[in-house]
């Protein structure tokens, strides 16, 4: 495990990402191996997320299979990823949001955590997002800030709600129901 020191903006411990392949059965298998759900529900959840074109926990989500907090602890565990919380996002200071040029944060939805720098050229900064497999979204978010990008797993709605807060949402920022 690699712990983040010397930085600005929240402790957080970040393992790094492992690629996988079709990971929707992976993670509906780590869902019935913990008891959350049955094999039927990850079929009506895969269902879901085939007709209407979502990722698998958003399915899960809005069929009312599990809560937010149960997506968001096993896709961490699944995707071997720290998660933040709302509570986390509200200590975020503004001066941290400015690494990230504002309509890239409002545009990507998401929230930067940490700026650590060491004696490589670039810094590595920590970013909340509730997309952490979209490399494009990765590499736009290294290219604005010249920093190489952690990944930090976060719920779409408390993204939102923090961006929001610091007068960065749109009009597509308003939650809804939770989402990651």
């Given at each position: 495990?690699?712990?983040?020191?010397?930085?600005?903006?929240?402790?957080?411990?970040?393992?790094?990402?492992?690629?996988?392949?079709?990971?929707?059965?992976?993670?509906?298998?780590?869902?019935?191996?913990?008891?959350?759900?049955?094999?039927?529900?990850?079929?009506?959840?895969?269902?879901?997320?085939?007709?209407?074109?979502c990722r698998l926990g958003e399915a899960a989500l809005a069929l009312g299979l599990l809560t937010p907090e149960q997506t968001l602890t096993t896709l961490s565990q699944h995707l071997q990823l720290p998660f933040v919380r709302r509570e986390g996002l509200e200590r975020v200071p503004?001066?941290?949001?400015?690494?990230?040029?504002?309509?890239?944060?409002?545009?990507?939805?998401?929230?930067?955590?940490?700026?650590?720098?060491?004696?490589?050229?670039?810094?590595?900064?920590?970013?909340?997002?509730?997309?952490?497999?979209?490399?494009?979204?990765?590499?736009?978010?290294?290219?604005?800030?010249?920093?190489?990008?952690?990944?930090?797993?976060?719920?779409?709605?408390?993204?939102?709600?923090?961006?929001?807060?610091?007068?960065?949402?749109?009009?597509?920022?308003?939650?809804?129901?939770?989402?990651?």
């Open positions: 495990m690699e712990r983040p020191r010397g930085g600005v903006g929240l402790g957080v411990d970040v393992v790094e990402r492992k690629r996988c392949g079709v990971w929707e059965m992976r993670l509906g298998e780590l869902w019935v191996a913990s008891g959350l759900l049955s094999s039927a529900q990850v079929d009506q959840a895969l269902a879901y997320h085939r007709r209407h074109g503004r001066a941290l949001l400015r690494c990230v040029p504002e309509g890239v944060l409002s545009r990507l939805r998401v929230c930067p955590l940490r700026i650590q720098w060491g004696e490589e050229a670039r810094g590595l900064v920590y970013v909340a997002t509730s997309e952490p497999d979209n490399l494009g979204l990765l590499e736009e978010l290294e290219a604005a800030t010249g920093c190489t990008v952690k990944p930090v797993l976060a719920l779409a709605d408390d993204l939102a709600w923090v961006l929001a807060q610091h007068g960065l949402g749109d009009e597509r920022s308003a939650p809804a129901s939770a989402t990651l």
